[in-house]
């Protein structure tokens, strides 16, 4: 009997999610493809492509938005409980509260697991697809930047001509083995500049051990110790770029995390989005748990709109108090791990209270 009872209670709940998750993504793709037609508006593209685009960005939003997703689900799912009186009828067997939430929970972390492992991988490479698809189209772009296996790439461009610079790495605040090459208009190469670092994080940038080739002055070298190159804010687009991890999936990140590391990306930025893979299961948990103490403190099922509301002000609520503990972290002021897991903890203990209440009812 028991048996039966979690299978009832597993599929119930999963047909639920899937509902909840379709209805987001539904909404998702119709707002993104309004921006994305936006974009495309003046470029003479048709209906498919933007299509496309929202289809391959929205996955990515969803994941992000997945605890937020459960915890509506489990919202749903218990208040349809005590609505059609199953909660009872399940009770009569032997089951308490506390069995009820955690078969359900315990789905929830399995559920979170697999997401990690099985849909994570197919979101970044969707995510992956729309970034370079749609880089395709941009129009007047100063600044484009690639970071690969061959080093970090860099083309500027600015009144005069453009600036291709290139170098083998980038180390905290300072690019290594540089070549920088000047053109004008007219694509013809004025200079080209050979420095064995610069650091970037001041503009101009301070570069040592310089040579510099000048093509306009008959093919003049100059050698210099210390050379100040002007440019851009790169840095902070480097920095940028390297935020958006949403490309690399948890088991990418976790296997080849050294040669990320030596591509440039600090180990504080790798270890965050570790972490914050790894909690997921956990948010996903939790926001079960945390679902039932609003809906299975009392048996009265006429305030169903109470506690629909009730939901969307917590889920507000915790998805604004996330997004303070990562600035928070990403300001120094804690750590970039406690960051991550702060809003975890602090939801784990309201819940483990509501949770004692809750079962001996």
Not at 50 to 78: E, G, H, K, N, R
Not at 293 to 321: A, E
Request: charged residues 15%; aromatic residues 14%; positive net charge.
């Amino acid at each position: 009997m028991n048996k039966i009872i979690n299978q009832y209670l597993i599929i119930n709940f999963t047909k639920i999610v899937i509902n909840t998750i379709l209805i987001f993504l539904t909404l998702g793709i119709i707002l993104n493809l309004f921006e994305e037609i936006e974009f495309f508006k003046n470029l003479k593209q048709s209906f498919s492509l933007p299509f496309i685009l929202s289809l391959s960005f929205v996955p990515t939003l969803i994941l992000d938005l997945l605890p937020f997703i459960i915890f509506l689900a489990s919202m749903f799912f218990f208040l349809h409980l005590k609505s059609s009186k199953d909660l009872l009828s399940i009770k009569i067997f032997g089951y308490s509260n506390l069995k009820i939430i955690l078969v359900v929970a315990f789905f929830s972390f399995i559920f979170g697991v697999f997401t990690l492992i099985a849909v994570n991988p197919i979101t970044s490479a969707l995510v992956k697809y729309y970034e370079i698809k749609k880089a395709q189209y941009v129009q007047d772009i100063d600044h484009l930047i690639s970071v690969n296996k061959n080093g970090v790439w860099i083309k500027e461009v600015d009144d005069l001509g453009y600036k291709i610079i290139s170098a083998d790495k980038l180390d905290n605040n300072s690019l290594k083995k540089i070549s920088i090459y000047i053109f004008n208009k007219n694509n013809k190469i004025l200079k080209r500049i050979e420095a064995e670092s610069a650091i970037i994080v001041d503009n101009p940038w301070k570069m040592k051990n310089v040579f510099i080739y000048d093509f306009v002055n008959d093919d003049q070298i100059n050698n210099l110790d210390i050379y100040e190159f002007k440019t851009g804010k790169i840095l902070e687009k480097i920095n940028s770029l390297y935020r958006n991890l949403d490309t690399i999936s948890f088991i990418h990140l976790i296997t080849n995390y050294s040669q990320l590391n030596e591509k440039g990306y600090s180990k504080a930025i790798l270890n965050e989005r570790i972490n914050k893979f790894i909690s997921l299961p956990v948010f996903l948990f939790l926001m079960v748990v945390l679902a039932s103490v609003f809906t299975l403190g009392s048996l009265d099922t006429k305030q169903n709109f109470s506690y629909l509301l009730i939901s969307i002000l917590t889920s507000v609520v915790i998805y604004y108090f996330k997004d303070l503990s990562i600035a928070l972290g990403q300001a120094g002021q804690i750590s970039l791990i406690l960051s991550v897991w702060m809003p975890i903890m602090i939801i784990g203990l309201f819940c483990a209270i509501g949770v004692i209440q809750i079962n001996e009812k």
